[in-house]
C-alpha cells in the first residue's frame, strides 16, 4: 500500500484520521463510505478542485499528495494516497465490523474487483469531464494558472486537451464509454443472483465500484441496461454508507448544474447515449 513520508511537519503531528478529499471526488466517495460503514471519528479536510479555487495546486497539499490528487488519508501521522489502498489500510486497520469475505479465496476475488475499479479510473475521469464539466472548463488564464502550480505532469496534459478549443476526440470518448459499459456488463453477470459481488458479502469490492455507476448514472448513462447492477445499485442506496459518503455530501446547485447540462445535451443530440456502445 502507497504509505508516504510527507515533508509537511504539522501533518506528521497530527494524531486520529483525517481525509483530505472533494465532495465529487469518485475516489473521495470510497473512502468517507467505509468511514461511514465502520463509523470511525474523522477530521475533514475538504480540497476544492474546481477553476474558481484549485486548492489541489497549492505547495501545501502537494506537500501531503505529491500528486495533487485526492483524497489522501492521514492516520496517525502517516500519510497514505490512492483510494483502492486507503480503504484497504483502513479495514485491516479499524477490523471492526470487517469489510471483506472471510475466505482466503473471496478476499482474492475482492482485490481482483478491486483493481478493474482503479483500472476504470481514467475514463470515468475522461467521460466526468466531457459529460459533466465541459461548460465549465477552464480559461486559458486559469489553466496557465492551474500549469503553474500543479507538479502532475498527467493531469496538466490532460486538461491541456480538455481545455482546448478541439476537446477530447470523439473516438476517445467513445473508447472511454466502451470501458465502462463493458466493466458494467461484467459487473452485472457477477451479480445474477446475488445482492453482494463477492461471496454474497457487502465488501470493499462493492465499496470500489459504487462511485462509478453513480458517476456515470448522473451522465445518464442507461443503468438499467444491466438489471442485476441496477438492482445492486438500488440496494446500495439504502447503505449508511452510500447516504454518508455520498449523497449527504452532494451540493444541491451543482447537482442541478449538472441536470440542466446533461438534458440540454440530451436535447442536442450530444448527450452520453448518442455515443457508441449505447447507440449499438
Known amino acids: 500500500m502507497p504509505a508516504i513520508e510527507t515533508s509537511n511537519q504539522e501533518v506528521k503531528g497530527y494524531k486520529g ?18 468511514l461511514a460503514e465502520k463509523g470511525l471519528e474523522w477530521v475533514d479536510h475538504a480540497i476544492d478542485i474546481s477553476p474558481l479555487k484549485m486548492e489541489h495546486t497549492t505547495a501545501e497539499y502537494q506537500s501531503i499528495h505529491p500528486l495533487g490528487v485526492v483524497p489522501a488519508l492521514v492516520h496517525d501521522g502517516q500519510v497514505v494516497i490512492e483510494s483502492i489502498d486507503i480503504i484497504d489500510y483502513l479495514d485491516l486497520q479499524f477490523p471492526d465490523q470487517p469489510l471483506r469475505p472471510s475466505s482466503k479465496s473471496g ?28 461548460p465549465d472548463r477552464m480559461t486559458q488564464e486559469q489553466l496557465a494558472r492551474f500549469k ?8 496538466c496534459d490532460f486538461m ?12 476517445e470518448i467513445e473508447s472511454e464509454l466502451k470501458i465502462q459499459h463493458d466493466a458494467f456488463s461484467k459487473l ?9 459481488m463477492v461471496e454474497d458479502t457487502f465488501s470493499l469490492a462493492d465499496i470500489a465500484w459504487i ?56 436535447k442536442d443530440g450530444t ?10
Open 17 to 34: 484520521v483525517h481525509l483530505y478529499h472533494f465532495w465529487l471526488s469518485s475516489c473521495s466517495q470510497r473512502v468517507r463510505i467505509v
Open 211 to 266: 462511485p462509478n455507476v453513480r458517476r456515470l448514472d448522473i451522465m445518464n448513462y442507461p443503468v438499467e441496461r444491466h438489471p442485476h447492477l441496477s438492482a445492486w445499485y438500488t440496494r446500495f442506496k439504502l447503505q449508511s454508507g452510500y447516504k454518508n459518503g455520498i449523497e449527504t455530501c452532494e451540493i444541491p446547485p451543482a447537482m442541478a448544474h449538472f441536470r440542466k447540462y446533461v438534458e440540454q445535451c440530451e
Open 271 to 280: 448527450g452520453i447515449r448518442s455515443f457508441s456502445p449505447l447507440t449499438d
Open 148 to 155: 503553474q502550480g500543479h507538479k502532475n505532469k498527467e493531469l
Open 188 to 196: 452485472d453477470q457477477a451479480l445474477q443472483g446475488k445482492e453482494w
Open 107 to 134: 478476499q482474492h476475488q475482492m482485490h481482483l474487483w478491486m483493481d478493474r475499479a482503479d483500472a476504470a479510473q481514467h475514463s470515468i475521469k475522461t467521460l466526468t469531464h466531457e459529460f459533466l464539466f465541459k
Open 160 to 171: 491541456d486537451i480538455f481545455c482546448s478549443e478541439e476537446g477530447f476526440p470523439k473516438s
